[in-house]
């Protein structure tokens, strides 16, 4: 395995951003492009803390697949109402800066989003408005329904956000809205990725994550969703980042001719 630590300049955000990468030792001088899981980090973390708090590194080896850690601030993965276009960056541009740079695959098939917390609300939003590029997207603890968390926003908290998404009351039915932008998926008959969603029992987050499971559920999505003891913390994520791998629908390599 290969641990890569790079640094690069943003057009979009006129910045110059990091992202860490890991990688499987090549087995032939021409490898096939890899299968990639893009993970994504929460609210006040960055694109380290995955390795520093996880045994990420350790779990990949043998899989075969990358794993691409980007950092975005405390961005929600959002083009801001007063900032940066941070939506533009992960969506656009990181893939395809981060595949000129390495032997990662654009296939649907082989592409898959995990984050936690911001990462995880990150996470389905990417799958969720970008079906044709990913085949799953796993959610940890993640803020999905937004409309719905927003009204507990107060002081300091809501003046953060509203310069991210805008004013409080512009969510519900926004593309910032992940119960919107599952539902018009839905009406357009687009397939849908597959989803993993799982969040702990004490964590302050669980009763958003059931509210969200089962509003999916409802529009007939089919929603591998987990739950039990555990707080928002990363002893819990590091146990379900390992469920997110096996669960992952990682295609065997066709024998080249």
Same mark, same amino acid.
């Given at each position: 395995?290969?641990?890569?630590?790079?640094?690069?300049?943003?057009?979009?955000?006129?910045?110059?951003?990091?992202?860490?990468?890991?990688?499987?030792?090549?087995?032939?001088?021409?490898?096939?492009?890899?299968?990639?899981?893009?993970?994504?980090?929460?609210?006040?973390?960055?694109?380290?803390?995955?390795?520093?708090?996880?045994? /990420?590194?350790?779990?990949?080896?043998?899989?075969?697949?990358?794993?691409?850690?980007?950092?975005?601030?405390?961005?929600?993965?959002?083009?801001? &109402?007063?900032?940066?276009?941070?939506?533009?960056?992960?969506?656009?541009?990181?893939?395809?800066?981060a595949r000129g740079m390495f032997p990662l695959s654009a296939r649907r098939a082989d592409n898959f989003v995990?984050?936690?917390?911001?990462?995880?609300?990150?996470?389905?939003?990417?799958?969720?408005?970008?079906?044709?590029?990913?085949?799953?997207?796993?959610?940890?603890?993640?803020?999905?329904? /937004?409309?719905?968390?927003?009204?507990?926003?107060?002081?300091?908290?809501?003046?953060?956000?509203?310069?991210?998404?805008?004013?409080?009351?512009?969510?519900?039915?926004?593309?910032?809205?992940?119960?919107?932008?599952?539902?018009?998926?839905?009406?357009?008959?687009?397939?849908?990725?597959?989803?993993?969603?799982?969040?702990?029992?004490?964590?302050?987050?669980?009763?958003?994550?059931?509210?969200?499971?089962?509003?999916?559920?409802?529009?007939?999505?089919?929603?591998?969703?987990?739950?039990?003891? &555990?707080?928002?913390?990363?002893?819990?994520?590091?146990?379900?980042?390992?469920?997110?791998?096996?669960?992952?629908?990682?295609?065997?390599?066709?024998?080249?001719?």
């Amino acid at each position: 395995m290969a641990l890569i630590h790079c640094d690069f300049f943003s057009r979009t955000l006129e910045l110059s951003m990091s992202m860490c990468v890991v990688l499987p030792e090549p087995r032939t001088p021409t490898p096939d492009p890899l299968p990639t899981l893009w993970l994504l980090h929460g609210l006040s973390d960055d694109h380290t803390i995955w390795q520093r708090r996880t045994g /990420i590194e350790r779990y990949v080896h043998g899989m075969g697949l990358a794993v691409v850690m980007p950092a975005v601030h405390r961005s929600y993965y959002t083009n801001m &109402g007063e900032g940066l276009r941070y939506w533009d960056f992960i969506s656009e541009e990181l893939p395809a800066l981060a595949r000129g740079m390495f032997p990662l695959s654009a296939r649907r098939a082989d592409n898959f989003v995990a984050g936690l917390s911001m990462g995880g609300y990150g996470a389905f939003k990417l799958a969720l408005r970008q079906p044709e590029r990913f085949a799953a997207a796993a959610s940890l603890s993640g803020v999905l329904d /937004i409309a719905a968390y927003s009204k507990h926003w107060e002081g300091e908290v809501l003046r953060e956000r509203e310069r991210i998404f805008g004013p409080r009351e512009s969510i519900a039915g926004s593309d910032n809205d992940l119960v919107s932008v599952a539902q018009a998926l839905m009406d357009r008959g687009a397939t849908p990725p597959a989803l993993f969603q799982c969040c702990g029992t004490e964590d302050f987050l669980y009763a958003n994550n059931v509210l969200f499971r089962d509003k999916l559920t409802a529009m007939g999505f089919d929603v591998h969703y987990e739950e039990g003891p &555990g707080d928002h913390e990363w002893e819990y994520w590091d146990r379900q980042i390992q469920r997110v791998l096996a669960w992952l629908p990682i295609r065997p390599k066709e024998p080249r001719p």
